[in-house]
Nanobody, 124 residues
């Protein structure tokens, strides 16, 4: 069983930066893939970024490629999402998820454990 808790959300102006953190419990987290998803009001949850167990492989949605960076520190059981050049359309609740298995996936059904989310609001 893995529990994940997101933090780091907040209000930022367009062009600014935020770093989200996802702290996970469980000694086996280092063997799990992880991902970030987001959901804006009235929309479906969408994939943002994913990372494999070692951090050696990452994958991004086209909408955030070049602006967001996903990374992880397995010694701290933590996954990060560095968000730069933020835009108002990045406003959403951001969710961290973990999946059993070392690979990465952009599909939400592939993830087994989800956090409660952290709100990111980008003002214009």
């Amino acid at each position: 069983q893995v529990q994940v808790v997101e933090s780091g959300g907040g209000l930022v102006q367009a062009g600014g930066s935020l770093r989200l953190s996802c702290a996970a419990s469980g000694r086996t987290f280092s063997t799990y893939g992880a991902g970030w998803f987001r959901q804006a009001p009235g929309t479906e949850r969408e994939f943002v970024a994913a990372i494999n167990w070692s951090g050696g492989s990452t994958y991004y949605a086209d909408s955030v490629k070049g602006r967001f960076t996903v990374s992880r520190d397995n010694a701290k059981n933590t996954v990060y999402l560095q968000m730069n050049s933020l835009k108002p359309e990045d406003t959403a609740t951001y969710y961290c998820a973990a999946r059993v298995g070392v690979g990465i996936s952009y599909s939400s059904p592939a993830y087994h454990y989800w956090g409660q989310g952290t709100q990111v609001t980008v003002s214009s």
